[in-house]
């Protein structure tokens, strides 16, 4: 009895001490919350989707008419010049030359032929000062119209109009998949600390039971009834579940320091996990895991970014080191006066057409080898995304099929660790009436009791690993069928 009363006193003395402590209560969803809104992968995910998005942004601006203004605001130029007088001879003077300029463009790429229009007006001054001689000069251009483009040349502005959206898209979806993998890794880091949990539990049960044992043992040993070996092991049973205690513990406090790493959590609250209650179990199509997985994933859009980016390569191989022309053409008004009045004053025509062209004659089969090096390139990665893509929707069909056996599964374990507690209680009580002789059979069904609580947490690790990793691969959710998406100013 005082034995009881002594195991009574140290419960009650536990609770104190935890009503004392505070104790943070988390659910599975709570972690996925936390992680989701601060972890150090999720920011840094969100970091990397923002440059991707101001870098497209920027891409988008520079298809856009550009406004620019420019000026020289002086250049003086002061050195000593010679002269001729009147009487035929030469005198050296000093000379002071002052040029301002201001000039406005507008500026506009053409993405499919890869030209650029431009329209400026601009006004310039000079000053010249020659000895005790001082003239002053306007030139206007209040409008030039002019256009460049390119010949025979690789247009970068076609295929960046055709890439850069890909990318962007592709990295959007690398945001929302990274924001499951951090879904995943979550549910890694709290399954790890539950089964922590658990086993610290099993490790407290057990000493508590196997003092109790021993205690009964030492008793009945003294009165006779069993045997000195009998006794002899379960007192090597009392010290491993006491070792056993100390290694629960000191895992357990590793454990939860990695999950309050991961969720930046920096109180020394305690946290206490709360097992999920609840599976959600449906069939999922194949088929449609792998549609979906098409669509929606940044892998499969890689596959055809790739395939224009190697369709790209061979285009500029082809057009660089061939026949390379620019033409150009300009048109506009200009006059010079003396005033600024004067030089916008009836202003006179200019017209300027060039034509610049270069022809390769001899470079000893250079650009033909370029172009046989990007065409096997491309080859290269047709095949391997051939290949990739055969992975991808092998990868798809094992984790789908993996989901299905999931219900099953944990089915088993939840059913195996209600028998092998149901045993471990009856063999438990049996022995401590001395119904059961043999202790041997007591730690076996012990064995089995921890053993089958231990893989019913583990399956249903697995079960959820298996959830979010479907979620990841195909970025759509099975359970209320609807594509994984997110708002972007929750991002920018």
């Avoid at 997985?293 to 055809?304: I, P, Q, R, V, Y």
């Amino acid at each position: 009895m005082m034995k009881y009363f002594l195991i009574f006193l140290i419960s009650i003395q536990s609770l104190i001490l935890d009503a004392q402590t505070e104790v943070n209560r988390l659910s599975l969803d709570d972690v996925l919350y936390i992680a989701k809104q601060q972890s150090p992968d999720a920011l840094i995910a969100k970091h990397r989707f923002r440059r991707s998005y101001w870098q497209y942004r920027s891409f988008k601006a520079s298809n856009l008419p550009a406004l620019s203004l420019s000026g020289t605001l002086p250049n003086i130029n002061h050195s000593i010049t010679d002269i001729t007088l009147p009487d035929g001879t030469e005198d050296y003077v000093s000379q002071n030359f002052t040029k301002y300029s201001l000039d406005m463009s507008v500026r506009q790429r053409i993405g499919l032929t890869g030209g650029q229009i431009f329209l400026t007006s601009g006004l310039r001054r000079n000053d010249n000062v020659i000895g005790d001689n001082r003239s002053t000069a306007y030139n206007s251009t209040p409008v030039n119209i002019g256009y460049s483009q390119p010949i025979f040349q690789y247009n970068s502005f076609k295929w960046d109009r055709k890439i850069e959206p890909m990318i962007y898209d592709e990295a959007s979806k690398i945001y929302v998949e990274n924001i499951e993998q951090v879904a995943l890794t979550a549910t890694n880091h709290f399954f790890n600390l539950l089964a922590a949990q658990i086993q610290k539990e099993i490790a407290k049960k057990n000493l508590y039971s196997y003092d109790t044992l021993y205690n009964i043992a030492k008793g009945r040993y003294q009165l006779g009834k069993i045997a000195e070996n009998e006794l002899l092991q379960l007192e090597l049973n009392l010290l491993r579940a006491q070792g056993a205690q100390e290694n629960a513990q000191l895992d357990y406090e590793n454990v939860l320091f990695i999950l309050k790493s991961f969720l930046r959590i920096k109180s020394d609250a305690l946290i206490e996990l709360i097992p999920p209650a609840e599976t959600f179990h449906f069939d999922i199509d194949i088929d449609k895991a792998i549609k979906e997985a098409k669509e929606n994933t940044s892998t499969a859009l890689a596959f055809e970014r790739r395939l224009i980016e190697a369709d790209a390569d061979v285009n500029k191989a082809k057009m660089d080191g061939r026949i390379d022309a620019t033409l150009n053409a300009v048109y506009g008004l200009t006059q010079t006066a003396e005033s600024i009045r004067g030089s916008y004053t009836n202003p006179l025509e200019q017209q300027q057409l060039s034509l610049g062209i270069t022809v390769p004659i001899l470079d000893w089969g250079k650009a033909r080898g370029q172009i046989k090096m990007a065409e096997s390139s491309a080859e290269l990665t047709r095949t391997s995304i051939e290949q990739e893509r055969i992975d991808f929707e092998q990868n798809i069909y094992l984790k789908v099929m993996q989901f299905a056996m999931q219900k099953n599964q944990l089915m088993i374990a939840a059913k195996s660790d209600t028998v092998a507690q149901k045993r471990y209680e009856v063999t438990q009580q049996r022995y401590l009436i001395g119904k059961v002789n043999d202790v041997l059979e007591l730690n076996n069904a012990q064995i089995d009791n921890d053993n089958a609580r231990k893989a019913y947490y583990q399956s249903l690790q697995t079960y959820w690993t298996n959830y979010y990793t479907i979620r990841k691969l195909t970025l759509y959710d099975f359970k209320d069928n609807k594509k994984i998406e997110f708002n972007i100013s929750e991002v920018e």
